[in-house]
């Protein structure tokens, strides 16, 4: 629809949408805002940097500012404003940063005490996600079980969250297993038994991602999903990862979420896959070696 309008009233309705009460609406309406690509759209988005309080809504915010502008500033709007001040009047914008590029200077931009194997966490409102599928439980060379570092490193996650945070936490085979029917505050007495919980969850399988992807994703509270895995869907009616892709791709359009991804041994055709899917919904990849500190 915005792309049929003029750009007075496609400014005007991307500013209404990117001041709605619900999140998910919001981070569409700076999406459209960048998409205009004018001085008037990029000072809106700063303004709604400055004003916006969902975690991950703000940082989709920085995201598009450093596409756009070339600059690596993060969350403090005060230098976006200097820079958005700047540009001349009435003209679309060069886009500046490479989506890879933007994605390294978002990831430098977190601290390393609120990350996930790895990954910086970018949202107050997160669903993690876990293929319980044969590679989680194979032993590795030096005989530990990749469960159990998951177990580790999940624990330092959880325990450096603000108790602000909301999360949910979806291992999966070929059925999803959620901790809890939508998100939770993380409290500490909550985290402790959600950590519980996980340690003891020994369920094996075909990794069915799509599926606890859905479940995500019906949970309004959920902006982000950082999902673990092998890359290689085996579960579920949908299996296949460019199917996969297609589909989730589609739902976002109409429910915005970020889907961060951790690779874990994955064959290069899915690594390629995996970070489609991510850059397109605003979210990053990562590859690692569970052996590694």
């Not at 750009?7 to 805002?33: F, H, T, Y």
């Not at 008037?40 to 991950?56: D, F, K, Q, W, Y």
């Not at 540009?87 to 931009?109: C, I, N, T, W, Y």
């Not at 399988?205 to 869907?233: E, K, Q, S, W």
Request: hydrophobic content about 40%; proline content about 7%.
């Amino acid at each position: 629809v915005l792309g049929r309008l003029k750009p007075p009233d496609a400014l005007g309705e991307a500013l209404r949408l990117s001041g709605d009460a619900d999140a998910r609406v919001r981070m569409r309406g700076i999406e459209c805002l960048d998409a205009i690509g004018t001085r008037a759209s990029m000072l809106a988005i700063v303004g709604r940097l400055a004003s916006e309080p969902r975690l991950r809504v703000r940082w989709r915010a920085v995201d598009l500012l450093q596409r756009t502008s070339g600059l690596k500033h993060r969350l403090d709007p005060r230098p976006w404003k200097l820079w958005a001040e700047e540009l001349p009047e009435g003209r679309v914008l060069k886009r500046g940063m490479s989506p890879e590029a933007a994605a390294r200077a978002e990831a430098q931009g977190a601290t390393r005490a609120s990350g996930f194997a790895g990954l910086s966490i970018l949202s107050d409102h997160v669903a993690f996600l876990f293929d319980f599928s044969g590679s989680m439980w194979t032993p590795m060379a030096d005989g530990r079980v990749p469960k159990d570092i998951v177990d580790a490193k999940l624990r330092l996650a959880l325990e450096a969250l603000p108790e602000t945070t909301e999360f949910n936490l979806i291992p999966f085979t070929n059925v999803p297993i959620p901790y809890a029917p939508e998100a939770r505050a993380a409290k500490r007495g909550e985290v402790e038994k959600a950590l519980e919980w996980f340690s003891k969850c020994r369920e094996k399988g075909r990794g069915n991602f799509y599926d606890a992807a859905r479940i995500a994703m019906v949970d309004p509270a959920i902006d982000t999903i950082v999902v673990l895995t092998d890359g290689v869907p085996t579960g579920g009616l949908h299996s296949e990862m460019d199917l996969i892709v297609a589909l989730l791709l589609e739902r976002a359009r109409t429910r915005p979420i970020v889907i961060d991804s951790i690779l874990v041994d994955s064959p290069p055709g899915t690594v390629k896959r995996w970070r489609e899917l991510s850059e397109r919904t605003g979210g990053r990849s990562i590859e690692i070696d569970l052996s590694q500190p």
